[in-house]
Protein backbone atom coordinates (compact mmCIF):
# COMPACT_ATOMS: atom_id res chain seq x y z
CA UNK A 1 0.00 0.00 0.00
CA UNK A 2 2.78 2.33 0.89
CA UNK A 3 4.59 1.78 -2.25
CA UNK A 4 1.41 2.47 -4.33
CA UNK A 5 0.99 5.51 -2.60
CA UNK A 6 4.80 6.68 -2.67
CA UNK A 7 4.25 5.86 -6.78
CA UNK A 8 1.38 7.54 -7.20
CA UNK A 9 2.93 10.62 -5.54
CA UNK A 10 6.00 10.74 -7.70
CA UNK A 11 3.98 10.22 -10.85
CA UNK A 12 1.91 13.39 -9.82
CA UNK A 13 5.24 14.84 -9.66
CA UNK A 14 6.95 13.95 -12.27
CA UNK A 15 4.12 15.02 -14.49
CA UNK A 16 4.37 18.15 -16.36
CA UNK A 17 2.24 20.91 -14.72
CA UNK A 18 -0.49 22.45 -17.51
CA UNK A 19 -2.11 25.86 -17.41
CA UNK A 20 -5.60 26.70 -18.64
CA UNK A 21 -4.56 28.01 -22.08
CA UNK A 22 -7.67 30.23 -23.78
CA UNK A 23 -10.07 27.67 -25.72
CA UNK A 24 -9.42 27.92 -29.61
CA UNK A 25 -10.75 25.89 -32.67
CA UNK A 26 -9.45 25.67 -35.59
CA UNK A 27 -5.95 26.54 -37.06
CA UNK A 28 -4.13 30.29 -38.31
CA UNK A 29 -7.29 32.20 -39.44
CA UNK A 30 -9.81 30.29 -38.09
CA UNK A 31 -9.67 30.63 -34.87
CA UNK A 32 -12.19 31.51 -32.23
CA UNK A 33 -12.74 34.32 -30.45
CA UNK A 34 -13.09 34.52 -26.68
CA UNK A 35 -13.83 37.53 -24.58
CA UNK A 36 -12.84 36.82 -20.84
CA UNK A 37 -16.18 37.29 -18.49
CA UNK A 38 -13.96 39.16 -15.49
CA UNK A 39 -13.56 41.91 -18.24
CA UNK A 40 -17.25 42.41 -18.59
CA UNK A 41 -18.64 45.82 -16.51
CA UNK A 42 -21.92 45.73 -18.03
CA UNK A 43 -24.45 44.35 -21.33
CA UNK A 44 -27.32 46.09 -22.99
CA UNK A 45 -29.79 43.90 -24.49
CA UNK A 46 -29.65 45.81 -28.48
CA UNK A 47 -32.22 43.02 -29.59
CA UNK A 48 -33.34 39.55 -30.25
CA UNK A 49 -29.92 38.61 -32.17
CA UNK A 50 -27.51 41.41 -30.79
CA UNK A 51 -26.18 42.45 -27.29
CA UNK A 52 -23.64 45.17 -26.64
CA UNK A 53 -21.13 44.12 -24.02
CA UNK A 54 -19.16 46.99 -22.39
CA UNK A 55 -15.79 46.35 -20.96
CA UNK A 56 -13.54 47.27 -18.32
CA UNK A 57 -11.12 49.26 -20.44
CA UNK A 58 -14.28 51.41 -21.68
CA UNK A 59 -14.67 49.61 -24.96
CA UNK A 60 -17.66 47.83 -26.56
CA UNK A 61 -17.33 44.19 -27.56
CA UNK A 62 -21.09 43.46 -29.82
CA UNK A 63 -22.21 39.70 -28.90
CA UNK A 64 -23.86 38.69 -32.29
CA UNK A 65 -26.11 35.35 -31.42
CA UNK A 66 -26.46 32.60 -34.14
CA UNK A 67 -30.29 32.99 -34.76
CA UNK A 68 -33.24 35.21 -33.19
CA UNK A 69 -33.24 34.49 -29.56
CA UNK A 70 -37.17 34.56 -28.38
CA UNK A 71 -38.22 37.07 -25.86
CA UNK A 72 -34.39 38.23 -25.17
CA UNK A 73 -35.03 42.06 -26.12
CA UNK A 74 -38.09 41.87 -24.10
CA UNK A 75 -36.84 40.55 -21.18
CA UNK A 76 -33.36 42.32 -21.68
CA UNK A 77 -31.61 40.08 -19.45
CA UNK A 78 -28.88 37.06 -20.38
CA UNK A 79 -26.73 34.59 -17.99
CA UNK A 80 -23.84 32.49 -18.69
CA UNK A 81 -21.81 29.94 -17.34
CA UNK A 82 -17.97 30.97 -18.50
CA UNK A 83 -15.54 27.98 -19.06
CA UNK A 84 -11.87 28.75 -17.65
CA UNK A 85 -13.03 32.67 -17.32
CA UNK A 86 -14.07 33.32 -21.05
CA UNK A 87 -16.67 33.20 -23.69
CA UNK A 88 -16.39 31.90 -27.16
CA UNK A 89 -17.78 32.23 -30.23
CA UNK A 90 -19.25 29.18 -31.63
CA UNK A 91 -18.78 27.17 -28.79
CA UNK A 92 -20.80 29.07 -25.76
CA UNK A 93 -24.40 29.82 -25.21
CA UNK A 94 -26.59 32.68 -22.88
CA UNK A 95 -29.91 31.88 -21.69
CA UNK A 96 -32.52 34.21 -22.05
CA UNK A 97 -34.91 34.89 -18.93
CA UNK A 98 -37.31 32.49 -20.71
CA UNK A 99 -34.80 29.56 -20.44
CA UNK A 100 -33.57 29.58 -23.86
CA UNK A 101 -30.17 28.57 -24.80
CA UNK A 102 -28.50 30.74 -27.62
CA UNK A 103 -25.39 29.81 -29.17
CA UNK A 104 -22.56 33.41 -29.25
CA UNK A 105 -22.01 33.38 -33.10
CA UNK A 106 -19.44 36.24 -32.89
CA UNK A 107 -17.94 39.06 -31.16
CA UNK A 108 -16.71 42.18 -32.49
CA UNK A 109 -15.57 45.29 -31.54
CA UNK A 110 -17.54 47.96 -31.64
CA UNK A 111 -15.26 51.22 -33.19
CA UNK A 112 -16.82 54.55 -32.49
CA UNK A 113 -17.35 56.47 -35.76
CA UNK A 114 -14.03 58.23 -36.55
CA UNK A 115 -16.05 60.89 -38.54
CA UNK A 116 -15.24 64.61 -36.49
CA UNK A 117 -17.95 66.95 -35.20
CA UNK A 118 -18.53 69.46 -37.80
CA UNK A 119 -16.11 72.84 -36.59
CA UNK A 120 -18.34 74.99 -35.07
CA UNK A 121 -17.64 79.00 -36.36
CA UNK A 122 -16.93 82.03 -33.69
CA UNK A 123 -18.55 85.16 -34.74
CA UNK A 124 -16.68 88.11 -34.77
CA UNK A 125 -17.98 90.41 -32.27
CA UNK A 126 -15.90 93.25 -32.78
Do not use: W
Not at 36 to 47: A, L, M, Q
Not at 59 to 81: A, V
Request: glycine share 6%; hydrophobic share 30%; aromatic share 4%.
Amino acid sequence: MKKTLLSLCLLGLALPQTQAQPRQQGTGEERTRCVPTGDIVDYRVESDELVRLKMRDANDILMRLRRHCPQLYFHKYISYTPVNGQLCEGLDDVVSRSGMPCRIASFTDDIPSATPAPATRERDTR
